[in-house]
């Protein structure tokens, strides 16, 4: 199985759907802010094993979302 990641406008989200449905395959939808809360965890996961994430990027990514220093 392989994944495909595609970004399309928002008009042609339901073209596309029902294309792959027509084809049997799976589709999902991911939000911009879904893609990246999962770059953040990524990014703790790994800033728990190592310290090689600068703590200037956490706060960067942090203050992005709303968080006050």
Same mark, same amino acid.
């Given at each position: 199985?392989?994944?495909v990641i595609v970004?399309?406008?928002? =008009?042609k989200e339901?073209?596309?759907i029902?294309?792959?449905?027509?084809?049997?395959m799976r589709s999902r939808v991911v939000s911009?802010? =879904?893609m990246e809360e999962a770059a953040l965890a990524k990014w703790i996961d790994a800033g728990m094993k190592s310290?090689?994430?600068?703590?200037q990027k956490v706060f960067e990514?942090?203050?992005?979302?709303?968080?006050?220093?």
């Open positions: 199985m392989k994944t970004n399309i406008p928002n =008009e339901r073209t596309l029902s294309f792959l449905k027509k084809n049997r911009e802010e =879904e310290e090689d994430i600068p703590v990514l942090l203050r992005k979302h709303g968080a006050n220093r």
